[in-house]
């Protein structure tokens, strides 16, 4: 009877302990913090950019951080809504996309000072396009379909020269990233294409592409663009914690701009939904976001 009571406690005892350990990895997994980005580039690279800004927000919020890639970008935005990420590297387009899906649930926090007055670029190795008007006729690469720097602005900036892309081009592609557009107008597959000046000017610095060759005939005036995004109702000190993180990083500092460097950054400013009304209408004006 005594051995009987002993096993039986015995046994209730390892049932708590196997019931504690479910609920301590189960605690683990909920302090792990997702993020993601939109796919303008190729996963390794996401990857490899985002590698030191991870390790640096784990020390600043006190919480596992982990890059969750995502195949396309309205993928990005369904991970963040259904709480699938905590936080996403957005384009302006997008996050105005992941505003509307949400029903405005979700908050832009920071962005680059570089994405108060962020371009574009049109680029071709064809000596006969000069300006925008002269990709009449012509074979268009974009990026993304929700790109802001790979689609929308640039339909619109062609739009305003009285450029209807769907029209007035004799084909238009969506290359998916902005440095396979670069290689599609290389390579001959188009005429033209479309991209971000950030990373056209990474691609040229790192002599991925000749500049020669492969030349920019128009850049759009300025606009805003890429934020770190999160939903609106996550914890205000969270929210507070990853804010000031990302302020607090200074150039000055080799670490930091080592992490900035990678992020394409001189540094991160506060930003806020309203900045992003002008991408709104020009989304609606180009029939890409119902009104």
């Known amino acids: 009877m005594k051995f009987s009571a002993m096993r039986t406690i015995k046994s209730l005892f390892a049932a708590g302990m196997l019931l504690a350990a479910a609920h301590s990895q189960a605690q683990s997994a909920d302090h792990v913090f997702r993020v993601s980005a939109i796919p303008d580039e190729a996963p390794t690279e996401l990857q490899r950019k985002f590698k030191p800004l991870g390790e640096y927000l784990e020390k600043k919020i006190g919480m596992k951080v982990e890059f969750t890639p995502v195949t396309d970008y309205a993928a990005s935005v369904e991970a963040l ?61 974009f990026g993304s379909e929700s790109s802001t720097s ?42 033209a294409g479309a991209l971000n000046i950030s990373v056209w000017e990474k691609m040229v610095a790192e002599k991925k592409v000749d500049p020669a060759v492969v030349r920019v005939f128009y850049t759009t005036p300025g606009y805003y663009d890429y934020n770190w995004s999160v939903r609106t109702d996550m914890n205000a000190d969270l929210k507070k914690k990853l804010t000031d993180a990302f302020l607090a990083l200074d150039a000055k500092n080799p670490q930091d701009k080592a992490i900035m460097d990678l992020q394409r950054a001189s540094k991160f400013i506060p930003t806020k939904a309203e900045n992003y009304t002008a991408i709104e209408a020009a989304a609606q004006n180009a029939g890409l976001l119902k009104k």
Do not use: C
């Open 81 to 141: 809504i259904n709480k699938k990420v905590d936080m996403v590297w957005f384009g302006g387009f997008t996050f105005v996309q992941a505003k509307d899906r949400s029903k405005n649930q979700i908050t832009p926090l920071v962005q680059r000072a570089e994405d108060e007055k962020f371009k574009s670029v049109f680029i071709t190795t064809n000596k006969d396009i000069n300006k925008l008007e002269d990709l009449k006729g012509h074979t268009l690469s």
């Open 150 to 191: 790979g689609h929308l602005m640039p339909r619109s900036y062609l739009l305003a020269a009285k450029i209807n892309p769907d029209t007035d081009l004799k084909r238009i592609a969506f290359s998916g990233a902005h440095d396979a557009t670069v290689a599609a107008v290389a390579g001959g597959k188009v005429d």
